[in-house]
């Protein structure tokens, strides 16, 4: 994989992005879009604290599945029971007509 970082940043195209295009196409390819925001910030951290890559690896996906689980709870939030429906009736209904 190579890292677009360097050429881009050498052509006048804007700022040195720590990311690079190739690892954000790469990370949405996964689905793992999310982590491009808390990547150079999580880079620091493991660099301060002398993480191995494991250690490293882990607490990235570590922080995906935060991410997720939190959307996941938002979503769920917002497609509560319809009106009329009581959250121990739903799939109770009774159809006369059958």
Not at 18 to 26: A, E, F, K, N, S
Not at 34 to 50: F, I, N, S, V, W
Request: glycine share 14%; charged share 25%.
């Amino acid at each position: 994989m190579t890292t677009s970082t360097a050429a881009s940043a050498s052509a006048g195209r804007g700022p040195l992005d720590p990311i690079g295009v190739d690892l954000t196409r790469t990370l949405r390819a996964l689905k793992l879009g999310g982590l491009k925001d808390t990547l150079p910030e999580r880079l620091a951290l493991a660099r301060q604290h002398k993480m191995g890559h494991a250690a490293f690896l882990e607490l990235l996906l570590g922080d995906e599945v935060t991410r997720r689980e939190s959307r996941g709870d938002a979503a769920r939030a917002d497609c509560g029971p319809g009106p009329g429906h009581a959250a121990g009736q739903l799939g109770r209904t009774r159809r006369p007509d059958l």
